[in-house]
């Protein structure tokens, strides 16, 4: 009986179009706490004082909000992408990889030798920051240095309006053409694999669905259950800094 990381290997072996979908918990091995593990940022901060209604309801939302996510950026700045990130970069290399479907909004895909235009990020990037009215977008680095110079809550040079990271908050519209790109991709792929995503975040969540049903094959790496374990191929509960290595080691030998 092959191992589930044998199992994995000869299935990314055989495929040549394969959707990469992440989540927090790709991130956590470079140092960037997820969301729901213990000791996670939910467990410091409370998800209901940053939604977008809070975001646009008062000046001290605002703060509070700038605070919370210059501490969140400040920890991605200081960060490198881990094993899992360029096992990722080396399946495009290989030429298997037909896009990454990510949750995170740390860039780290690219940085690991991603190419930018095949990492789709469905909850936008903290690397800019964009005006909510005339949508201007600006570098995020630009806009922390007038915060430590002093700026609380900064708004747009061109039209006054309010900026915010141009990450997608609880209670902001999804992306558009990130979203029906993701669905279209995940419909089109061979081999569907999640990594580090507790899948219960919407519409994303619906991704792997979308796959299998279309006939691909799903591989989840995770270190808790998700709600689709029993739809997957391949179920691995492990680090995915740990065991990815290994995958593309077996499909170097096979190849
Ligand atoms: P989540 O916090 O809901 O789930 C993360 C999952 O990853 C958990 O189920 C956990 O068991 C698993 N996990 C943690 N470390 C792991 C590891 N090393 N190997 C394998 N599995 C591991 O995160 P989510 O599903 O991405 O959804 C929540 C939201 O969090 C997303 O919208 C995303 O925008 C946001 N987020 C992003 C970052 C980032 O950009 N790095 C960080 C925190 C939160
Ligand atoms: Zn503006």
Redesign the pocket.
């Known amino acids: 009986m092959p191992t589930p990381i044998e199992m994995a290997s000869n299935l990314i072996f055989e495929s040549s179009r394969i959707v990469v979908f992440?989540?927090?918990?790709?991130?956590?091995?470079?140092g960037?706490?997820?969301?729901?593990?213990p000791g996670?940022?939910?467990s410091k901060y409370d998800p209901s004082d940053f939604t977008f209604q809070r975001f646009l309801s008062s000046e001290t939302a605002r703060e509070k909000y700038w605070q919370m996510s210059t501490e969140?950026y400040n920890t991605?700045k200081s960060v490198k992408p881990n094993a899992?990130h360029l096992a990722v970069a080396e399946l495009e290399k290989m030429g298997k990889l037909d896009c990454v479907i990510?949750?995170?909004?740390?860039g780290?895909h690219q940085m690991a030798g991603c190419s930018a235009k095949r990492v789709i990020e469905?909850?936008g990037t903290?690397l800019a920051v964009s005006c909510l009215d005339c949508h201007k977008r600006y570098d995020r680095d630009l806009i922390q240095k007038r915060i430590s110079d002093g700026d609380r809550v900064p708004r747009c040079d061109v039209c006054n309006g309010l900026l915010k990271p141009a990450?997608?908050s609880f209670g902001q519209t999804m992306p558009e053409k990130e979203t029906a790109e993701a669905m279209h991709r995940s419909a089109q792929c061979d081999l569907f694999i999640v990594?580090?995503?507790?899948?219960?975040?919407q519409p994303?969540a619906s991704m792997p669905l979308i796959a299998k049903e279309k006939g691909a094959k799903l591989v989840i790496?995770?270190?808790?259950?998700?709600p689709y374990d029993h739809l997957a191929d391949v179920r691995i509960h492990?680090?995915?800094?740990?065991v990815l290595p290994e995958i593309l080691q077996r499909v170097r030998a096979l190849s």
């Open positions: 992440t989540g927090a918990g790709i991130s956590t091995e470079s960037i706490p997820d969301f729901r593990s996670g940022i939910w969140f991605v899992a990510t949750q995170n909004i740390d780290l469905l909850h903290a990450t997608i990594i580090g995503s507790s899948l219960v975040v994303a790496i995770n270190r808790d259950d998700t492990d680090s995915a800094g740990a």
